[in-house]
């Protein structure tokens, strides 16, 4: 089981930046692969940001240059470093766990956090 609390959002104007947190706890974080996804209300909820256990990264086309992950294995953290944000960046952010072992794939997420992005 892991479990995973973010943390960051707010209200932010055109052209700011923010960085979210996800704190994972209940097993071994540094296995997972870390991922920000978000949703905006009748939308499906869309990957922003990946990081997989090696560190490589893949990001939305829009997003790229924009956004950077991260994490802190020492911390059982990753982060989101958002700037230039746009009102189209505007949604609930969830965190997620992702870990492939054998034929199992198990995955956890966080409660999410809301970003508004507006003047």
């Known amino acids: 089981q892991v479990q995973l609390v973010e943390s960051g959002g707010g209200l932010v104007q055109p052209g700011g930046s923010l960085r979210l947190s996800c704190a994972a706890s209940g097993s071994i974080f540094s296995a997972y692969t870390m991922g920000w996804y978000r949703q905006v209300p009748g939308k499906q909820r869309e990957l922003v940001a990946k990081?997989?256990?090696?560190?490589?990264?893949n990001y939305a086309d829009s997003v790229k240059g924009r956004f950077t992950i991260s994490r802190d294995n020492a911390k059982n953290t990753v982060y989101l470093q958002m700037n230039s944000l746009k009102p189209g960046d505007t949604a609930v952010y969830y965190c997620?766990?992702?870990?492939?072992?054998?034929?199992?794939?198990?995955?956890?997420w966080g409660q999410g956090t809301q970003v508004t992005v507006s003047s």
């Open positions: 997620n766990a992702m870990l492939v072992h054998l034929a199992t794939t198990l995955s956890y």
């Open positions: 990081i997989t256990s090696g560190g490589s990264t």
